[in-house]
């Protein structure tokens, strides 16, 4: 199977950053539980600009992300896996049933109550741990798995943009909302006249995320706004789409994620964390993360297959897509975003990431073991050097 060297580039910096992600998370729980617990604490709480850095990680740096996420996504969609229905169809389909199930299941028990708001929890996919697990099986796994979990992520991504954008803006400022769209459009405009110079379209970007921001909607919905307005051309190394996508690689996976991982992780644990998994919300994002994110991803895999909207790649076979349906159930990053969103009570918050940490473990955990029992032929890229 031909995979582009971006691709390769884009599953190498993932797996890093998964990696990098578990460590950081790691010594945030274990700074945040120490003697040094309020001067970690107070790092994310300093007011910088009027605001706490904390806030300036949440709704600044991860607007870059989701910049990243955009460019990815405008890439699968030109020239990638998503380039056409046959080729997209089984992600696409997999990625539906692995948000409608577990937002299925949180509802079913938090319905009605002050933290149905949550269903958007259990929903997400964390590309950079997800890909980071799968990495540990080395060679042995087949190049379709890596495109399907890698393209399964990104379109839950956009899943998550689209209920972030309807769901989690709660008072509209019209005014705002008007002059960010309104720039939107000059940038297309730009992109229609094909100036490639990219100075134009971040300055823009800039200031179409401080009004989006004052709009209510949530400001990291720019950075996917602005990738696609960004020209795309014809997708090679000169191209201007791709020389912002390599340029932002490493900085998102080595600087924005872990300062993410690690301002939103700053948990302390005390005696009674335990009580933290009996609540409806936090069994809620268990069930949707464990059992709902699997069940649905493999369940709509195989209807789709079988009603023939779509084919099962011939290096895969149904045990693999069950093993890495479990890792599309590592929430982490996107769930804990999600969660900041959909709770204002620290208690909720708090409670919530513990269980989103638990759960992720866990999924990871299965789909690993259960993977490395089922990929047992070892399996290499047809090509290595694909430049």
Not at 139 to 152: D, E, G, I, R, Y
Not at 155 to 174: S, W
Not at 204 to 221: D, E
Not at 223 to 252: C, E, M, N, R, W
Request: some cysteine.
């Amino acid at each position: 199977m031909k995979i582009t060297k971006l691709f390769k580039d884009f599953f190498e910096s993932e797996k890093v950053g998964g990696f990098l992600l578990i460590i950081c998370t790691v010594i945030s729980l274990l700074l945040a539980n120490s003697i040094f617990s309020s001067e970690y604490l107070h790092v994310w709480h300093y007011a910088f600009a009027g605001k706490p850095v904390e806030y300036w990680i949440n709704d600044g740096l991860m607007a870059i992300f989701f910049l990243l996420i955009g460019l990815e996504l405008e890439r699968e969609i030109y020239i990638g896996e998503l380039s056409n229905f046959k080729k997209a169809s089984l992600p696409i389909f997999a990625a539906i049933g692995g948000m409608i199930v577990p937002a299925g299941l949180y509802l079913f028990l938090n319905y009605g109550t002050d933290t149905q708001s949550g269903a958007g929890i259990p929903m997400a996919t964390d590309i950079a741990f997800a890909l980071g697990v799968l990495s540990l099986l080395g060679n042995k796994v087949p190049t379709s798995l890596k495109v399907f979990l890698t393209a399964l992520a990104v379109i839950d991504d956009l899943g998550a943009i689209l209920v972030i954008a309807i769901f989690y803006t709660k008072n509209l400022d019209f005014v705002n909302l008007s002059i960010a769209i309104g720039i939107f459009a000059f940038l297309l405009v730009l992109n229609r006249l094909k100036v490639r110079n990219l100075i134009p379209y971040l300055v823009l970007g800039v200031f179409m995320w401080y009004f989006m921001l004052n709009s209510g909607v949530h400001a990291t919905v720019t950075g996917v706004l602005l990738a696609f307005a960004i020209p795309f051309g014809d997708g090679t190394k000169k191209s201007t789409s791709y020389l912002l996508q390599h340029t932002l690689h490493k900085p998102v996976t080595l600087l924005i994620l872990p300062l993410f991982a690690m301002a939103n992780t700053a948990i302390i644990i005390d005696s009674d964390w335990h009580y933290a998994l009996t609540h409806k919300y936090t069994i809620g994002i268990a069930l949707g993360l464990i059992i709902g994110k699997p069940i649905g991803i493999s369940l709509f895999s195989y209807l789709s297959v079988k009603a023939k909207l779509c084919s099962l790649p011939d290096d895969l076979n149904w045990k693999s897509i069950i093993g890495v349906s479990f890792l599309g159930g590592i929430g982490f990053t996107m769930s804990i975003f999600i969660t900041l969103l959909a709770f204002n009570d620290l208690e909720h918050i708090s409670h919530s990431k513990i269980m989103i940490l638990l759960s992720s473990i866990t999924v990871a955990l299965i789909g690993l073991l259960f993977l490395k029992s089922v990929l047992k032929k070892d399996y290499v890229d047809e090509v290595s050097n694909d430049d």
